[in-house]
């Protein structure tokens, strides 16, 4: 059992940054692949971004790609997502999730556990 709580959204200027934050517990964190997910209103929730149980391989939907960074920190069972060069059709609730699958994976049905999401607004 994992249970996940995002932190660090809020409010931006298109151009800013933000970093959030998902903390979790339970024992087996670091056997987890971890993934960042965000949904607008009206829309499905999509996949932003994955990081596998080791760090050492990430994946970026395209729309992200050179914006953002996945990392994590077994030690402190957290990962982080940096947001730079934000723009306003980033704004969305951003969800992380974790997969017991070694692969990243892209799709929400891979993903055993989910947070509770944190809003992400960029003002344009």
């Known amino acids: 059992q994992v249970q996940l709580v995002e932190s660090g959204g809020g409010l931006v200027q298109a151009g800013g940054s933000l970093s959030l934050s998902c903390a979790a517990s339970?024992?087996?964190?670091?056997?987890?692949?971890m993934g960042w997910f965000r949904q607008a209103p009206g829309k499905e929730r999509d996949f932003v971004a994955g990081?596998?149980?080791?760090?050492?391989?990430?994946y970026y939907a395209d729309s992200v790609q050179g914006r953002f960074t996945i990392s994590r920190d077994n030690a402190k069972n957290t990962v982080y997502l940096q947001m730079n060069s934000l723009k306003p059709e980033d704004t969305a609730v951003y969800y992380c999730?974790?997969?017991?699958?070694?692969?990243?994976?892209?799709?929400?049905?891979?993903?055993?556990?989910w947070g509770q999401g944190t809003q992400v607004t960029v003002s344009s």
């Open positions: 999730a974790a997969s017991p699958r070694p692969r990243i994976a892209t799709t929400t049905g891979f993903y055993d556990y």
């Open positions: 339970g024992r087996t964190f670091s056997s987890y692949a």
């Open positions: 990081i596998r149980w080791s760090g050492g391989s990430t």
